[in-house]
Structure formats: structure tokens, C-alpha cells
């Protein structure tokens, strides 16, 4: 018997699970008992809640899993990333319109390098299936194409690069949005479906130090221009840091 009743209570404040993102907070704050507000909260719930881009959640579970690999399948259907830093938990994703936690110049840096992101992470165009039918299991009710616009830029033929997936918890906000956050085929196309640069650098700047994965930077005057036109407008998100005493490496990949 399946029977499609309303969402569970969020433990953390009032109200039903609606959204993708607020399982993933209910099962922290219930389950893990994270009940601290996480950094980045407010603003992926405001990007994921709204009409037209809410990402909703239908989502059972009938045998036991362990809840690390729970939280990880919500993250990937939610395109968010939750990590635990300085003893607080905060969320990872990348806005509309992403704001700069730093602007980095040559002055603030040294041995600093460039260089494009590897061509087989492209992602240029997506068969998404979703909705799971809740009696015949492998089978979905939903099946939703998306190709992105850059996908000639590189030649493919019509069977290449194509890639295939199913979720099993989004069944809403899934294809056919125009910003970054209105569903996960566009999230996903504007961070993968383009060549985008990578860059690699020491922070000599202490005043600066505070930056962390996840944050967004941009550049100001730089020694070189990012292979051809100008940094202006180019924001990039922290993927790695390495610290050690007086000394901070960055690698960013732009957004």
C-alpha cells in the first residue's frame, strides 16, 4: 500500500518538509542533533523555496542505509554541499547572482597559475528521470531533456555527451529553467556545460586569510588576463585550501 501523505514536521523550526534542502537540515538537526543555524542557510532557502524554483521533495526509504549515505544523496539531487567548519555547519551552492567574499589582486598573491577545467567534466546535455513510481521498482514516472546551448561549441555528435541520471528524491524544479537555481539540469549546465578556468595560488595578503572553501572571489589587477578577455565579471568558488602556519594555497574554479 502506497499512500501519498503530507510532509513530516521540520525539527527545526515550524512548519512541513517541503523542499530538498530542508530534509537535509531536519535529518542534521533531529538525527545528528546539528542544531545550530548553518552558515549560507538563509540564502539557499530563499534561492530554493520560491516560485518558480522550489525544489521539492517526495522521497521513502524502506530499508535501513546509513545516514551519512542519505545526506549525500539529498546533496547531489540538491546540488548543495554541506561540510562541518570551525565547529559550525555550513552550506555550499552557488547563488544567481553570487556575491565576492574577497577581491584578490597580483599584490595580495605569488606564484599563481591558470588553467581550464578538464573537457570530460562537461556536461552539455542531461536525460534526467524522476518521480520514482511507488510500486514498480527501476521505473519512473517522469523523464525530462535538457540540452544546453554551449553543447555546439564543441562538436559533440548527437550521441555524445550525453548523461544520464535518476533521482530519487527531486520531483519538482528538475529541467527546463533560464537562472542557475530555478532547477538541477540548469544548475548543473551553468557550472559544467562551458569550458571554465581553474586557478591555483599563494595568499600573502593576511588580512585576507578568513577566506574558506566555498567562498566566492573575484580578481582585480592581475599580471595576466584570464586567456583572453578581462577578470571583470569572472567569479570563482574556493574548491580546495591548504593551510599552514603564514601560509594559505588556493584553488578556485570559476562559476
Known amino acids: 500500500v502506497y499512500v501519498d501523505v503530507g510532509p513530516d514536521v521540520k525539527n527545526y523550526t515550524s512548519g512541513g518538509v ?6 537535509h537540515r531536519s535529518l542534521l538537526h533531529g538525527a545528528l542533533g546539528l542544531t545550530d543555524t548553518p552558515t549560507n542557510w538563509s540564502a539557499l532557502d530563499t534561492e530554493r523555496t520560491g ?11 524502506n530499508k535501513q542505509m546509513p545516514m551519512k549515505k542519505l545526506l549525500e544523496v539529498l546533496q547531489y539531487e540538491g546540488q548543495f554541499i554541506y ?3 570551525r565547529a559550525a555547519g555550513k552550506y555550499i551552492f552557488i547563488a544567481d547572482s553570487p556575491s565576492s567574499a574577497a577581491t584578490i589582486s597580483q599584490d595580495d598573491m605569488s606564484s599563481f597559475t591558470i588553467d581550464e577545467i578538464n573537457f570530460d567534466e562537461l556536461e552539455t546535455k542531461h536525460i534526467v528521470n524522476s518521480d520514482p513510481h511507488p510500486a514498480k521498482s527501476g521505473e519512473y514516472r517522469s523523464q525530462a531533456t535538457q540540452t544546453s546551448s554551449n553543447r555546439t561549441d564543441y562538436n559533440f555528435a548527437t550521441n555524445e555527451n550525453i548523461i544520464n541520471v535518476s533521482l530519487k528524491a527531486l520531483v519538482a524544479s528538475v529541467s527546463g529553467g533560464s537562472a542557475r537555481n530555478d532547477d538541477w539540469a540548469t544548475y548543473r549546465q551553468k557550472l559544467f556545460g562551458v569550458i571554465k578556468l581553474t586557478v591555483n595560488f599563494e595568499l600573502i595578503n593576511p588580512s585576507l586569510s578568513f577566506i574558506e572553501t566555498g567562498d566566492i572571489i573575484d580578481f582585480g589587477t592581475m599580471p595576466v588576463d584570464p586567456g583572453g578577455g578581462a577578470w571583470s565579471g569572472k567569479n570563482f568558488i574556493i574548491i580546495k ?5 603564514g601560509k594559505l594555497i588556493i584553488t578556485a574554479r570559476e562559476v
Open 241 to 245: 585550501t591548504s593551510r599552514s602556519p
Open 18 to 23: 517541503a523542499n530538498i534542502h530542508e530534509a
Open 51 to 61: 516560485s518558480p524554483n522550489a525544489w521539492t521533495i517526495r522521497y521513502w526509504q
Open 83 to 85: 561540510l562541518y567548519e
